[in-house]
Nanobody, 120 residues
Framework: QVQLVESGGGLVQAGGSLRLSCAAS????????MGWYRQAPGKQRELVAT???????NYADSVKGRFTISRDNAKNTVLLQMNSLKPEDTAVYYC??????????????WGQGTQVTVSS
């Protein structure tokens, strides 16, 4: 079994910063892409940022220049540094990872989500 556990959400004023962390544990041979998604009330889940095992990153236009994704392959963790937060960043943030849990067996896994609330 593979588990993704997120931490670091909370309440912050507009313009502030938060850092989200996600740790993968369990039966893990390797991890390909890791990423963060978010879902605001009444909206579909959307991509925030992804990072490949080699460090290539991809960001939603709405967060470019404000958010930074990084990962520690040795610790199977992915981080999301969020700066200059806006009220429209308010959402539940989910960690996602494409994990090889046994040779040549890959699956996407999701964390339980962490709430980020930005007050104006």
């Amino acid at each position: 079994q593979v588990q993704l556990v997120e931490s670091g959400g909370g309440l912050v004023q507009a313009g502030g910063s938060l850092r989200l962390s996600c740790a993968a544990s369990g039966s893990i041979f390797s991890i390909n892409v890791m990423g963060w998604y978010r879902q605001a009330p009444g909206k579909q889940r959307e991509l925030v940022a992804t990072i490949s095992s080699g460090g290539s990153t991809n960001y939603a236009d709405s967060v470019k220049g404000r958010f930074t994704i990084s990962r520690d392959n040795a610790k199977n963790t992915v981080l999301l540094q969020m700066n200059s937060l806006k009220p429209e960043d308010t959402a539940v943030y989910y960690c996602n990872a494409h994990i090889e849990s046994s040779p040549h067996y890959y699956m996407y896994h999701w964390g339980q989500g962490t709430q980020v609330t930005v007050s104006s």
